[in-house]
């Protein structure tokens, strides 16, 4: 789970002698002198895409070749297992086991189905739940699969809404919380989004154990087209969620918003060149529950902000060409960028939209 921090130490005795005998002695070094690992997909010249395992001060200590473009990551601390979904309207997942000892795993989404680009463990990483799309029938649901039998896929619990994106999992593995981002889409249509006049963006909070809705929190009327995209929780059980906007480019409706379970949505309120400079678009949002900060990039708006996890206040803003990826560090947070930038060491890869801590 994202909030589990674990130490370069930590990382080195889950990865064992396997992984660790194949590495070449600059990838040992960067490994050593690394306070955090990452994983992080990526796109390389010859236009070929993979994952990577990436230490703190960005450099690659891994990579493993996907069958096309990722999207978001999942962790596994119990198992050491790492999962990318592809991207909207992929239908393959893979799942590597950073141990070495197994090799990797490929699934796809059933007919009817493809793969939203996001998911996330059971708190026992006996499950794996993963956003999907009932294309024909415009809902959202969440496929399981048992992470114990090969990923083999075992039924699937509804979102509640349209166009689910990315899916976390409470603290106390009780809840599964979607982020319907409202918008329908078809692969027939490619990436074409289908309903921007009549949107439904929401955030559900769903029993995992039996796919009961336990609450609903639909976006009110005035910002329909404010779609509800990527979530993180706090250690005080804040629910922060991330948007990106569909509506008039001079708009400048808030983009970031927090809530409890039981509570009513609340929005951030940036000041106005900072919520300007997030051009209508947040592509990542991640809390760093040791230091009580949360932050959020925009590739679009060539910029990151970090907010106090409790006031909500604007603790900075960084001008950042293609900020995009985003995941707690040790202090702060790793953030990797759309041209090939991993926390100020440049790569000879493009970064996705998505990093993960290995912990």
């Not at 074409?192 to 154990?209: G, H, V, Y």
Request: proline share 4%; with cysteine; hydrophobic share 40%.
């Amino acid at each position: 789970m994202r909030g589990q921090l674990l130490s370069r130490r930590g990382f080195v005795r889950a990865a064992g002698t396997a992984f660790l005998a194949g590495l070449a002695p600059r990838q040992l070094f960067a490994l050593e002198r690394a306070d955090a690992v990452f994983a992080a997909a990526f796109m390389d010249s010859g236009g070929r895409f993979g994952l990577a395992t990436v230490a703190e001060d960005g450099t690659i200590i891994d990579r493993s070749a996907l069958p096309n473009r990722a999207h978001g990551l999942a962790f596994d601390p119990h198992y050491n297992r790492v999962v990318a979904f592809a991207r909207r309207p992929g239908t393959f997942a893979a799942i590597f086991d950073r141990t070495a000892r197994e090799a990797p795993v490929v699934i796809a989404s059933p007919e009817g189905r493809h793969f939203y680009g996001h998911g996330t463990f059971s708190s026992d990483g006996r499950l794996l739940y993963a956003s999907e799309n009932d294309f024909d029938h415009a809902r959202g649901v969440i496929g399981i699969y048992d992470a114990t039998n090969g990923f083999a896929r075992i039924g699937e619990f509804s979102t509640f809404g349209v166009g689910p994106h990315d899916l976390s999992i409470s603290l106390d593995g009780k809840v599964l919380i979607a982020a319907n981002g409202g918008i329908e889409t078809h692969p027939d249509f490619g990436r074409t989004k289908l309903n921007l006049d009549r949107m439904e963006p929401s955030l559900a909070l769903i029993d995992a154990a039996t796919g009961a809705l336990i609450e609903k929190h639909d976006l009110p009327a005035n910002l329909k087209q404010l779609s509800t995209r990527h979530i993180d929780l706090s250690a005080d059980h804040d629910i922060w969620f991330a948007c990106q906007y569909e509506g008039a480019r001079d708009d400048l409706p808030p983009l970031i918003g927090r809530f409890r379970r039981g509570d009513a949505l609340q929005f951030i309120d940036l000041p106005e060149p900072t919520a300007r400079n997030l051009a209508n678009y947040v592509g990542a949002i991640a809390v760093n529950r040791e230091e009580g900060l949360v932050a959020a990039t925009s590739p679009r708006g060539g910029t990151y902000v970090v907010l106090d996890a409790k006031s909500g206040a604007l603790v900075r803003e960084t001008r950042l060409a293609g900020a995009s990826g985003l995941a707690a560090g040790p202090h702060g947070f790793g953030i990797s960028t759309e041209g090939g930038v991993f926390d100020g060491r440049q790569s000879s890869v493009n970064w996705d939209q998505h990093a993960v801590r290995l912990g």
